[in-house]
């Protein structure tokens, strides 16, 4: 992760911030515990649609109403458009998008055009306004999360947006990043050693990240995005309902780009309530020539619908880990909205059946660990004396280049695994047997021994590597207590 050097009035509180194709989350930290602020509507979440209505710009939920009023005047998942050009799109949008210079331009109605940056400000604008009614008004400081594979110009542009609305940008982390550092922040302390996994589903996309843990520090194995998301759930309720109106009433309902964004959404409201409820009513009124459209739906009914959705997911998952059959993954986070579909989780579940599963509130996580990197930060206020930053503001940190074990007779234990992040203390207990030996890369570094102690003696190995690769060590005799000290001038492999 990238480290930013804080000044000391930040100690108090700041946000945390994820920015999604479907919402936005802000999140606030104070003291030592993050929690997620309301927007002025009381919502959790904020929708980033923008419309446009009357010469003005809206968002969250009065952009969200106008989608289905006025579908070409509303614009969905900019997150998906930012940095990116025409061609590159693959959502269909109802309103008209233009290409100028390297920026998508969106069309309101041929009244207005804004570029997808000052779009995006606006949202932020939105978000600031919840910071305010929590903080105070002023300039905020805040983590942003975003996508692990973000281009540079996608993240420029991400800051630039946040420090025009008036939020002071510390620093970005990546988005399966932030779901793990919640976790790990959240009560369960140091990290232990081993591999995660954390399976993004949002509206429009889906990750899933490998991620190994290495004496605290995170490296990423493997990460694969697509554009499968949630929404196919809603396009597979819609169609379902779309079917079921057309049999009753003879009638074509899905030609109307007004009924049939009414559709979507209802379709998307009953799959947020068949995440709690065990039935959810659609009810349209007036969808038609005046009918309505009322629909009971079942849990059942619904896995059913979307049954070849997350076939398509499981697929992308099994495909990744094929690639790594040596991998044990010990936890698996859920973050992103539609991981809270209950048929969701047991997918996952049945992928990792030995996995510890985290991720209650799976659509705030990323939201709650880029505050909890907010307060990561505010405990190492002399960053910038002990780290020096790259042209690309990221951070050199010296690793273990090999892997270090200890050796006692044929038995072979590991003290520091290859890209331990350094300096690093280990205690290690050993088996019978008063002589050692410390090898790096199937050479021995050194023996040592502890004096007036017999073969089968229970020791243990205090070591501590250093930033120069050198490594001091103790060794000492649990029943007598007698202790050697020894040094390592450095790791050989380096």
């Given at each position: 992760l990238q480290h930013y050097f804080i000044q000391s009035n930040l100690r108090m509180s700041g946000v945390g911030i994820s920015f999604g194709n479907s919402n936005a989350y802000i999140s606030l930290w104070r003291g030592e515990r993050s929690e997620i602020l309301a927007n002025s509507a009381g919502e959790r979440s904020t929708a980033t649609l923008v419309g446009h209505l009357e010469g003005e710009l809206l968002t969250g939920a009065p952009a969200l109403q106008l989608s289905s009023r006025q579908p070409a005047n509303t614009v969905s998942c900019l997150k998906s458009m930012i940095g990116r050009s025409l061609q590159d799109i693959t959502l269909s949008q109802a309103c008209k998008l233009e290409q100028h210079n390297d920026e998508i331009i969106v069309n309101f109605g041929n009244v207005t055009r804004k570029g997808v940056s000052a779009l995006v400000k606006c949202v932020f604008d939105n978000l600031k306004e919840t910071a305010d009614s929590a903080l105070g008004e002023g300039k905020h400081s805040a983590v942003i999360a975003v996508p692990l594979s973000s281009s540079p110009s996608f993240t420029s542009t991400v800051r630039k947006c946040a420090s025009a609305a008036g939020f002071s940008v510390l620093d970005v982390v990546p988005d399966p990043l932030a779901a793990l550092l919640h976790q790990d922040d959240n009560g369960r302390g140091p990290p232990e050693d081993g591999h995660s996994a954390v399976v993004r589903i949002g509206g429009s996309t889906m990750s899933f990240t490998l991620v190994r843990c290495t004496g605290g520090m995170y490296s990423v194995v493997d990460h694969v995005d697509t554009d499968i998301g949630g929404g196919l759930f809603d396009k597979s309720v819609g169609k379902f309902l779309s079917d079921d109106f057309n049999k009753k009433n003879r009638c074509k309902v899905e030609d109307n780009p007004r009924s049939l964004s009414k559709i979507l959404k209802a379709a998307k409201s009953a799959k947020h309530n068949l995440s709690t409820l065990n039935t959810a009513e659609c009810n349209i009124e007036s969808i038609y020539e005046g009918i309505d459209l009322v629909?009971?739906?079942?849990?059942?009914?619904?896995?059913?619908?979307?049954?070849?959705?997350?076939?398509?997911?499981?697929?992308?998952?099994?495909e990744k880990l094929s690639h790594h059959p040596d991998i044990v993954v010990g936890r698996v986070v859920l973050s992103g909205g539609s991981c809270k579909v209950p048929k969701v989780q047991s997918l996952v579940s049945s992928l990792f059946p030995e996995s510890v599963i985290l991720g209650q509130t799976p659509d705030e996580e990323v939201s709650l660990g880029a505050a909890c990197h907010f307060g990561t930060l505010c405990k190492y206020q002399n960053v910038k004396e002990r780290l020096e930053l790259g042209q690309d503001g990221t951070v050199a940190i010296p690793v273990c280049p090999a892997c270090v074990a200890v050796k006692v007779g044929e038995t072979s234990t590991v003290a520091f695994a290859k890209n331990t992040p350094l300096p690093c203390k280990v205690e290690v207990e050993l088996p019978e047997g008063n002589a050692i030996s410390i090898e790096a890369g199937g050479k021995c570094l050194v023996k040592a021994s502890v004096p007036a102690s017999d073969e089968k003696c229970r020791i243990s190995l205090h070591l501590e590597m250093l930033e120069d690769l050198s490594i001091e060590g103790i060794i000492k005799d649990l029943g007598n207590n007698e202790r050697t000290s020894f040094s390592v001038p450095g790791v050989a492999g380096a």
């Open positions: 629909t009971n739906l079942s849990r059942p009914r619904f896995e059913t619908l979307i049954q070849n959705d997350l076939n398509r997911m499981k697929q992308v998952v099994q």
